[in-house]
């Protein structure tokens, strides 16, 4: 199992043309894609992207802070239909997603029965509203019964949403509830 870790070091498109190549190379031994803060942008990960529907290992995918858009929404929603067998960590907040493109990114995650750990929401310029939240969160936290790690990021919760929120989650067995900015 190889991982892929270059947090918080800014990648331009050549460097994600190069990164596409290395996991090309290691698509069945590649466990871990963490680009969180790479600031690759939407052209960077459809760089990426066919790369990533190539893995056969993927269990880790952290591409939060990159100032990805709803342009790319539905294909890294594709990647995670694809490594819905063995994905475990997903964590694809702070971007500028609208609530259709959180919508169309996490079409396919309720599939991912093995998922553990989840970071979910928009960001300080792009919150999620509560009905997008309620739409998109509620049933992947029905079906991936796994989830322990919970991060829920921007998103307009209120009161009312947060307790609603809890009570999604009582049947998880959480030993990491994160709410940041859901007022």
Known sequence: QVGLGFARMRRTLA????????????HDTMSDVNMHMCHIGNDGLT????????????TGLALSNNSLSDDVAADLG???????????????????????????????APT?????????????TSRLS???TRDTLYPIL??????DTLRVVSCSLGGEGVAALIEQVRHLRLTQLSLRDVG
Not at 15 to 26: E, K, M, P, S, Y
Not at 112 to 124: K, P
């Open 130 to 132: 509560r009905q997008a």
């Open 78 to 108: 594709d990647v995670i239909r694809h490594n819905s067998p063995t994905l475990r960590t997903l964590s694809v907040t702070s971007n500028s997603f609208s609530d259709h493109g959180a919508a169309q990114l996490h079409r396919y």
């Open 112 to 124: 991912c029965q093995h998922l553990t750990d989840l970071a979910f929401g928009g960001s300080s």
């Open 15 to 26: 460097d994600c043309q190069a990164l596409t190549t290395v996991i090309h190379a290691l």
């Open 47 to 58: 760089c990426i992207i066919p790369a990533l529907n190539q893995t056969t290992a993927l």
């Open 142 to 147: 029905a079906a991936c019964t796994k989830v």
